[in-house]
């Protein structure tokens, strides 16, 4: 994080002599980034934080994708994980590559032990579940819909509390413990807000932010743990794409005191503020963290676009440099079709995506949206993992088959006065474009009968005419027939 915070006990200077109660000096350590020059935070021990012994490793942690030479449409259903291991042992990676790995947790029972994650930065989205998140740096309490940010190397404990399902939410049964979406890094960059978010000058959040430092929560006490066990504690280590094990003589959380800008914190996506616009706003006004080589936006409940005439959800587009994961959270997103909750769509670069078939009309008439969803864009191409097929809903990619515009196939709508029996006709006529005059300005329609004034063809919509101008302003003359079949340059 950018802002400076400190806990706990701290001596006047750094490097200088500090002593414990009984006279023995704590033990300094400078947890630090980027080779000393990125964000550092300095910390004081009861124990050396080096007197560790019990090494050995456990398992594997690299991740192997599949269908590297497919690209589709994705639809994966996260709801029929079932609970296994613990918060560490029970991630499903879906899908990842060199630079970030997606998984969902569903875990059955609590941590025995302690965890670094030694080879990046972890993002964790709360779905379902609350509790505290013990670290070297403090405690954390989290709950629904916080995004639990933990930095590469800051070890820490999940501590789940009772879960109660309620009206709506999955069973003890299917969720026993808690549900959470979880990204991590795997080029070992940082996961932080974004800088356009910050000044320059001083780290500062910045007005047109749609968060700032008053929503993150910071580290707490309790923070230092003087305990002692001759049975030690097991710390786990991810490294090397490995799960390595090792032990303390100590309790881990020893730290009397720190300070610094690298911590781990909390921030609730219902304290992001969406920044809305009169026309649709493109998805980067949803960012809230980035990472190299990706970003994690969150879409939150917010009032629609407040154009008479405009198109509430989001339109065709190709981010040709960027693939996109979805996770759903809660709420009707408005653009999708046989979206539930715990879905994740993966949207290729190289394919474009948009609205599904008949949700353009069913959206105009909406002033508010309730969608509740966390995306991840990639600048590489994502792949999947085995699990990932096993969840995977092959039927997605034909969902955009269909008739887009219901009304006109049903008559209730009509394009220059023609009315949907006569599609194939409509259909194998040639298109033409009407830049400032003529047709509405979003329409595209085959040549047909002029439009305008106050008849059948012409009605007014909002004060305006159906052609989409003010009335009394000249409009475009009629293409001679004879270049009917031409598009307007």
Same mark, same amino acid.
Request: net charge positive; charged share 20%.
């Given at each position: ?16 002599q ?9 033990s ?5 980034t ?9 910390m ?10 019990g090494w050995?490793t456990l ?8 269908e590297?030479d ?15 291991g ?7 990676v ?6 970030v790995?997606?998984?969902v ?10 965890y670094?994650n030694?080879?990046g930065?972890?993002c964790y989205f ?11 740096l403090?405690?954390?309490r989290?709950?629904?819909?916080d ?13 789940f509390?009772?879960?109660e399902?309620?009206?709506?939410e999955?069973s003890?049964?299917?969720v026993?413990?808690?549900?959470l979406?979880l ?7 940082h996961i ?22 008053r929503?993150?929560?910071?580290p707490?006490m309790p923070?230092t743990f ?5 049975k ?5 280590v991810?490294?090397r794409d490995r799960?390595?094990s090792?032990?303390?003589?100590y ?10 800008c690298?911590y781990?914190?909390?921030f609730n996506?219902?304290d ?7 026309l649709h ?6 960012q809230?963290f ?8 969150s ?16 339109y ?9 994961v979805?996770y ?8 999708r079709k +046989? ?5 994740? !769509?993966?949207? /290729?670069? &190289?394919i474009?995506? *948009? ?9 105009l ?19 999947p ?5 096993q969840?995977?809903d ?5 969902s955009?088959?269909g008739?887009?515009?219901?009304r006109?196939v049903?008559?209730e709508?009509k394009?220059n ?14 298109m033409?474009e009407?830049? +400032?005059?003529?047709?509405?300005a979003? !329409?595209w329609? /085959?040549n &047909?009968?002029?439009? *305008? ?7 007014k ?5 159906a052609n989409?101008?003010a ?7 009629k ?11």
């Amino acid at each position: 994080m950018p802002h400076y915070c400190r806990l706990g006990e701290l001596p006047q200077k750094r490097h200088v002599q500090f002593r414990r109660p009984d006279g023995v000096l704590y033990s300094e350590e400078v947890f630090g980034t980027e080779g000393f020059v990125g964000p550092t935070t300095t910390m004081y021990h009861i124990n050396p934080p080096t007197q560790v012994y019990g090494w050995k490793t456990l398992y594997s942690t690299k991740v192997e994708y599949v269908e590297a030479d497919v690209m589709r449409m994705r639809h994966v259903k996260s709801a029929p994980v079932k609970p296994h291991g613990d918060v560490i042992s029970g991630r499903v990676v879906l899908f990842g590559n060199s630079d970030v790995e997606m998984a969902v947790i569903n875990p059955a029972q609590q941590m025995a032990y302690h965890y670094k994650n030694g080879q990046g930065d972890e993002c964790y989205f709360v779905h379902y579940g609350s509790g505290i998140c013990y670290t070297m740096l403090g405690a954390l309490r989290f709950g629904p819909r916080d995004y639990v940010v933990i930095p590469k190397g800051v070890i820490y404990k999940f501590v789940f509390d009772k879960r109660e399902a309620k009206e709506g939410e999955p069973s003890l049964a299917q969720v026993p413990i808690a549900k959470l979406l979880l990204i991590e890094t795997a080029n070992g960059s940082h996961i932080g807000p974004p800088p356009r978010y910050v000044s320059k000058a001083t780290g500062q959040f910045l007005e047109h932010a749609p968060f700032c430092e008053r929503d993150i929560r910071t580290p707490e006490m309790p923070m230092t743990f003087n305990e002692h066990s001759e049975k030690g504690y097991e710390v786990r280590v991810k490294a090397r794409d490995r799960m390595h094990s090792y032990v303390f003589h100590y309790h881990p959380l020893d730290v009397v005191g720190w300070d610094g800008c690298y911590y781990p914190f909390c921030f609730n996506i219902n304290d992001f503020a969406p920044i809305t616009g009169k026309l649709h706003m493109p998805p980067p006004i949803h960012q809230t963290f980035e990472a190299h080589n990706f970003v994690i936006c969150s879409f939150c409940p917010r009032m629609l676009d407040w154009h008479p005439q405009a198109i509430k959800v989001p339109y065709n587009h190709s981010n040709i440099d960027s693939d996109e994961v979805l996770y759903y959270v809660e709420g009707n997103f408005g653009s999708r079709k +046989g979206i539930e909750v715990g879905s994740l !769509t993966l949207h /290729p670069q &190289g394919i474009p995506h *948009g609205p599904h078939p008949g949700t353009i009309e069913a959206s105009l008439g909406a002033t508010y949206t309730g969608e509740l969803a966390v995306m991840c864009d990639t600048f590489k191409p994502l792949f999947p993992t085995k699990a990932a097929l096993q969840l995977d809903d092959e039927k997605y990619p034909a969902s955009w088959q269909g008739e887009h515009f219901p009304r006109l196939v049903s008559g209730e709508m009509k394009l220059n006065g023609v009315a949907a029996e006569k599609a194939p006709a409509l259909q194998a006529a040639a298109m033409f474009e009407h830049p +400032g005059g003529g047709l509405a300005a979003n !329409t595209w329609a /085959p040549n &047909g009968p002029a439009t *305008g004034g106050n008849g059948p063809n012409g009605a007014k919509r909002n004060g305006h005419a159906a052609n989409g101008h003010a009335r009394g302003v000249k409009t475009a003359k009629k293409a001679p027939a004879a270049k009917a079949t031409k598009r307007r340059r």
